[in-house]
């Protein structure tokens, strides 16, 4: 069955630099990939969708890449706030369009220090 | 947007009892899926509601343990039967709509099996 490997460590990061974030997962590429936020009591906040064929994708601040060769996606934070503070999640959804449950890595806990 | 609630937000129940939490959102959706959020461990999806017809479970979750009702195209519940300390955990209800591929979650319910 498909396993996603995640930063287990908490990541802490100087305010103002860039944080990168590691996805990997084994088996088939799934065709699509996301990146979610989890505040702590909350659930999951959509962030970032990235297709199978798709390389890199931006919104503002976020960029996350895709590179099925290497089974792997980067999630990085550029300019990074003591607000980007949180713990996110990568997701497969592996038929894509939504229609089937995503499967989750356990996180990345981000700390970004004034 | 649309909001998406969850009731009980807690509980705090006893060994051998059922919980049946419920999830509400308030503008039709195309998909809804509950997943469970252990402590330390990532997002599993349980199942899948189905509209009108019986829910569609993952390997490891049966339907004795975890009913599903679906009425609607809003509202869904799911009851955690017969509960032991195992099962305490978060769980959560995401939905997706016509126009995303994207998955909007709940807040979630925390529950503790004593």
């Known amino acids: 069955s498909q396993k996603i490997e995640q930063n287990s460590e908490a990541l802490n990061i100087q305010e103002g630099k860039t944080a990168t974030l590691t996805c990997n997962y084994t088996n088939y590429s799934p065709a699509y990939l996301q990146w979610y936020r989890q505040d702590p009591g909350r659930g999951p906040v959509f962030l970032l969708l990235i297709r199978e064929n798709e390389k890199e994708k931006r919104k503002e601040r976020l960029k996350v890449t895709f590179d099925t060769t290497l089974k792997q996606s980067l999630f990085h934070i550029t300019a990074s706030q003591p607000a980007d503070s949180a713990t996110y999640l990568c997701a497969l959804d592996m038929a894509g369009g939504g229609a089937d449950g995503l499967t989750f890595g356990k996180g990345t806990h981000l700390i970004i220090q004034p | 947007s649309a909001v998406i609630s969850q009731k009980p937000s807690r509980d705090i129940c006893q060994r051998g009892t059922s919980l049946t939490i419920q999830c509400q959102v308030d503008s039709q959706v195309t998909m809804m899926f509950w997943y469970r959020q252990q402590p330390g461990q990532s997002l599993t999806l349980i199942a899948t509601?189905?509209?009108?017809?019986?829910?569609?479970?993952e390997s490891g979750f049966v339907i004795d343990k975890f009913p599903i009702s679906r009425p609607n195209l809003t509202f869904s519940t799911l009851t955690v039967s017969n509960m032991s300390p195992e099962d305490s955990s978060i769980y959560l209800c995401?939905?997706?709509?016509?126009?995303?591929?994207?998955?909007?979650f709940g807040p979630g319910t925390r529950l503790t099996v004593l």
């Open positions: 509601a189905n509209q009108g017809s019986e829910a569609t479970y």
């Open positions: 995401s939905v997706t709509f016509r126009s995303t591929d994207t998955q909007y």
